[in-house]
């Protein structure tokens, strides 16, 4: 066994480099620390990589689903489909809503919403879905488009895990009519926190600029620059979610080697696909023809019938070998507030709590080297030679 004295592998390192610091640096000699020039800068280079109109720069992915619900006025009594194999964000934005969260199971073998089950959940009252894009890679975004398309319902992709990714040869950012993505410590791009949305529809991203800094006319950020003025107007009740400069510098800073720092990682999962081939004991993350993965998470399931030990006990085997790993997710409908507050049980959606039971995310980072990955895997192997039923 390696020797538990080495060095912690951690779960996750961002790339933080001497540009980022650079940035950081420029802004705060700058003098202005808050939403100003930086922001706009990230906004549009953010809008061009991924091939969207428009990019509205936020403090958090929460924030930009909960302006996309809001933009699209989801209400009382409304439904918005949202897969239960997802972080709390996704549905606790309905929630604010007070809609309710229509849970939906993964498609079999997947971590993805079905969008057959999508198809059978919709009713009067849904207003939108919710894909996520699990890991980073794309959801079956033709059906989930085209059950919206016919139905007359609205598309917000919760996309905190797929910045670069792509479907059918579009950007993920493009498809559907609104966008979200997290900046959050350990997603592909960084800044600390941080989200941005995306759209084409200018209404849409003119509302939700507008209600993502109090609801105040368009351009307040400048009233305290040479061109701005004092004067502003409250049009409607809005939130407190704008990005500031310090943030966007490092985002901007991010953003110019998202594709390089993408092709880091696609380097360490293939690494990975490769080396635990042969190890039936563990069920490693399929790739789908036509989707391009941003590679945010690799996440392997631990095969219940091979391995004598539980996925919990592995988390401890492979800590106890100095490896940091980690499980997304705990399904929506398996928390207390989903039970007690809107009626789910356990039981409902049995493929993601199959998933769940048995997912390992594994480190995957742009600098990590081959002997990391390599002590990975070594530890994976000892682990199923020790513990084979
Ligand atoms: C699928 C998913 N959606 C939304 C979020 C929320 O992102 P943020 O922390 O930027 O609000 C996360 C964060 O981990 C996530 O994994």
């Not at 059906?143 to 479907?167: F, G, T, W």
């Not at 080697?257 to 490693?284: G, I, P, W």
């Not at 023809?289 to 392997?300: E, R, T």
Request: net charge negative; charged share 25%; with cysteine.
């Amino acid at each position: 066994m390696p020797s538990t004295a080495e060095v912690f592998l951690p779960f996750h390192r961002a790339l933080i480099e001497e540009e980022e610091k650079r940035a950081v640096l420029e802004v705060l000699d700058s003098g202005w620390l808050t939403t100003g020039p930086r922001v706009r800068q990230f906004e549009s280079e953010f809008a061009r990589f991924v091939e969207a109109a428009h990019a509205i720069a936020v403090n958090s992915c929460t924030a930009a689903l909960h302006l996309a619900l809001a933009a699209l006025k989801v209400g009382q009594g409304d439904e918005v489909i949202v897969p239960t194999m997802t972080f709390a964000a996704t549905g606790e934005v309905v929630l604010y809503m007070d809609a309710r969260p229509v849970l939906v199971d993964c498609v079999p073998g997947s971590f993805h919403l079905d969008p057959q089950q999508v198809e059978a959940a919709i009713t009067q009252r849904t207003k939108a879905i919710i894909p996520v894009h699990y890991a980073g890679l794309p959801c079956d975004m033709d059906s989930i488009l085209n059950i919206a398309r016919a139905r007359n319902l609205k598309v917000v992709e919760d996309a905190a895990h797929s910045l670069p990714a792509d479907y059918q040869g579009k950007k993920i950012g493009s498809l559907g009519d609104i966008t979200c993505f997290s900046f959050y410590a350990t997603k592909t791009l960084t800044t600390g926190e941080g989200g941005m949305i995306t759209t084409h529809d200018p209404a849409l991203a003119d509302h939700m600029r507008i209600l993502g800094l109090h609801g105040i006319s368009r351009d307040a950020w400048k009233r305290y620059t040479a061109k701005g003025t004092w004067k502003y107007e409250i049009l409607e009740a809005g939130y407190k979610y704008n990005l500031t400069d310090l943030q966007a510098a490092i985002g901007l800073a991010q953003l110019k080697k998202c594709d390089s720092m993408r092709n880091a990682r696609a380097r360490v999962a293939h690494t990975y696909s490769q080396l635990l081939a042969d190890q039936d004991v563990f069920e490693l993350p399929a790739l789908s023809p036509g989707k391009g993965h941003a590679w945010h998470l690799y996440v392997i399931q631990v095969n219940p019938r091979s391995l004598r030990i539980h996925r919990d006990q592995v988390i401890e085997e492979l800590r106890e070998r100095g490896i940091g790993s980690s499980v997304h997710f705990i399904p929506l409908h398996l928390h207390p507030l989903y039970q007690n507050r809107l009626g789910y049980r356990p039981g409902q959606f049995p493929e993601a709590e199959a998933r769940f039971d048995a997912a390992l995310s594994l480190p995957i980072y742009p600098d990590m080297t081959d002997a990391e990955i390599e002590r990975v895997v070594e530890a994976l192997r000892d682990i199923g030679r020790r513990f084979r039923s």
